[in-house]
């Protein structure tokens, strides 16, 4: 018997309180979503959908994980506890996926057939579509429910839209192919796609001010469960930097090969990440700085760790932990702060010509 299948058997065999966290991965470019065992990093099992899954999100009372698969139309609901797919919604170019923080609406953004869709979160049913222009890409809401805020990629522009009168309030210019977005102490914050930085919009006057710099196709940012820290990635430049909540300020950043792209956190606080174009995933660290990658299936992309063991309702236990574009109001209490971070010389407004050498820590797993 290989040792995978034992580890896979011993796994089924313990009770139900000690089996193993679930990391789930979706192969965008395998239509399949990848079941892994959290504490070997070995895939459980892989579950078919349709065409093609980008991005994903968990029900707000943590029961159901929803998988979009843009290219198949259908959204699959699963039991995150056990990979189980309970069934199959049909939905309109699902690329992007969010609940609102009243638990209300479901909000998905069609990259492709440009349409954001405002759907009932309990029936699914249509309750308003915005054309607002080219590829809508990211969803953010308002801490009150009011307001959703989208990028729309192929316009280099932000949409916000008012829930309360179904309205598209406003649209401004931000930058090149803007992607991820979530909303932050009173502000929004994006990613610049088509170029090397994040920006800061303020959705009262609707100012556009630079945020951070970090590398070649800035794309998304993730609150940290803990609150102590924002995470933001680079898909070009193949790199995730630890952001200052307060001041907006790059603290370190890594330089992982293969595009890191969509992250999730663990309740040890280290960050899981796809790297898109390398067929893996990365584990990060940040505590012990080191990383290490496990293989999963083609162009990996929205990835979710669902905790069953100690610990298993931390995801649920604030606003945001569940989600990236849903911020986290202050710190989680009772976690321990990690140890300062040594800051690289890379600063908001710059970026080095190249990355520093890694330590001989961060290592990449074969």
Not at 15 to 42: F, W
Not at 74 to 92: K, Y
Request: aromatic share 8%; hydrophobic share 45%; charged share 20%.
């Amino acid at each position: 018997m290989s040792w995978r299948r034992l580890v896979l058997l011993l796994a089924l065999t313990l009770p139900a309180g000690a089996r193993a966290d679930l990391v789930y991965v979706l192969n965008s470019g395998e239509a399949s979503i990848s079941v892994l065992d959290a504490a070997t990093r070995t895939e459980r099992s892989r579950i078919p959908v349709l065409r093609e899954p980008h991005h994903l999100v968990v029900t707000p009372d943590g029961s159901q994980l929803l998988v979009a698969d843009s290219g198949g139309n259908e959204v699959f609901f699963l039991d995150p506890a056990t990979g189980t797919v309970l069934r199959r919604a049909p939905i309109s170019n699902p690329y992007h996926l969010e609940f609102s923080p009243d638990g209300r609406f479901l909000v998905i953004a069609s990259l492709r057939r440009g349409q954001v869709d405002v759907l009932d979160a309990r029936t699914l049913e249509l309750v308003h579509r915005f054309r607002p222009g080219d590829k809508p890409s990211h969803i953010a809401f308002s801490p009150d429910s009011r307001m959703v805020y989208v990028t729309i990629q192929g316009d280099g522009k932000v949409a916000a839209f008012d829930l309360e009168g179904m309205v598209q309030s406003w649209t401004v210019p931000v930058g090149p192919e803007p992607a991820g977005i979530i909303w932050h102490r009173g502000q929004l914050l994006i990613g610049i796609m088509g170029s090397t930085h994040f920006v800061a919009l303020d959705p009262a006057s609707q100012a556009v001010k630079p945020a951070f710099t970090l590398g070649r196709g800035a794309h998304t940012i993730y609150p940290a469960p803990d609150g102590r820290a924002l995470y933001a990635t680079s898909r070009v430049d193949s790199r995730i930097a630890e952001i200052d909540p307060e001041t907006l300020a790059v603290r370190r950043w890594w330089a992982i090969p293969g595009g890191p792209d969509c992250l999730t956190f663990d309740t040890q606080g280290r960050v899981w990440m796809t790297l898109r174009w390398s067929g893996r995933i990365a584990v990060l660290d940040p505590v012990a700085d080191r990383w290490e990658t496990a293989r999963v299936g083609r162009s990996p992309h929205g990835i979710f760790y669902k905790a069953l063991g100690r610990g298993a309702d931390f995801a649920l236990a604030m606003p945001g932990a569940t989600s990236g574009t849903r911020p986290l109001l202050s710190p989680m209490p009772g976690r321990p702060a990690a140890a300062p971070p040594a800051a690289p010389g890379l600063v908001p407004g710059s970026i080095p010509l190249a990355p520093p050498a890694l330590p001989a820590s961060l290592r990449r797993a074969p």
